[in-house]
T-cell receptor, first 116, second 112 residues
Framework: AQTVTQSQPEMSVQEAETVTLSCTYD???????LFWYKQPPSRQMILVIR??????QNATENRFSVNFQKAAKSFSLKISDSQLGDTAMYFC?????????????FGQGTRLTINP | NAGVTQTPKFRILKIGQSMTLQCAQD?????MYWYRQDPGMGLKLIYY???????DKGEVPNGYNVSRSTTEDFPLRLELAAPSQTSVYFC???????????FGPGTRLTVT
């Protein structure tokens, strides 16, 4: 079974700073996706960024980028030029791509607060 | 498209009562999922379905039942509500061979 671990329950930074959220995972699969989801106070789950395990290049979406270390099973999220609207819970998630329902496995989450 | 819709948004149940959480999607997605999110935790999979008439258990299925009679609807049934089922429930859907799951807005359930 796959597991996802986020070791930082809470983080807090000043607006415009850069922040990195950590995530490690455990799997015997070779092909999978990794995701970061954002959950603001509205509770809506919002996909921030995804990474395919077969791609060596780290994914980037505007101010959001990842550092994917497949051998170390590490998948961190970097938020540059942080904004007040980035305040939310952030969840790391794993999905294997082998046949089947391809279920998401989530970490425990990191509560990120951006201070003005 | 309305996307994934869930009703109700909030509900308070007494111990032993039963209820059905409704989930519907209008995107013709084959795959649908039910998750629960306990306070301060990530989402855990309760049940999932790969198409009408096909359902299977996820990580935490005890105390719940599901059915999938149509592609659009995937209701979650609680038969004998217990305080341990106090949680936020999310429904999601996905097309095959696509990585992205589309989530509903969630239902906050309190059992007292």
């Amino acid at each position: 079974a796959q597991t996802v671990t986020q070791s930082q329950p809470e983080m807090s930074v000043q607006e415009a700073e850069t922040v990195t959220l950590s995530c490690t995972y455990d799997t015997s699969e070779n092909n999978y996706y990794l995701f970061w989801y954002k959950q603001p106070p509205s509770r809506q789950m919002i996909l921030v960024i995804r990474q395919e395990a077969y791609k060596q290049q780290n994914a980037t979406e505007n101010r959001f980028s990842v550092n994917f270390q497949k051998a170390a099973k590490s998948f961190s999220l970097k938020i540059s030029d942080s904004q007040l609207g980035d305040t939310a819970m952030y969840f790391c998630a794993f999905m294997k791509t082998s046949q089947g329902a391809q279920k998401l496995v989530f970490g425990q989450g990191t509560r990120l607060t951006i201070n003005p | 498209n309305a996307g994934v819709t869930q009703t109700p948004k909030f509900r308070i149940l007494k111990i032993g009562q039963s209820m059905t959480l409704q989930c519907a999607q209008d995107m013709n997605h084959n795959y649908m999922y039910w998750y629960r999110q306990d306070p301060g935790m990530g989402l855990k999979l309760i049940y999932y379905s790969v198409g009408a008439g096909i359902t299977d258990k996820g990580e935490v299925p005890n105390g719940y039942n599901v059915s999938r009679s149509t592609t659009e609807d995937f209701p979650l049934r609680l038969e004998l509500a217990a305080p341990s089922q106090t949680s936020v429930y999310f429904c999601a859907s996905r097309v095959p061979n696509s990585y992205e799951q589309y989530f509903g807005p969630g239902t906050r359930l309190t059992v007292t």
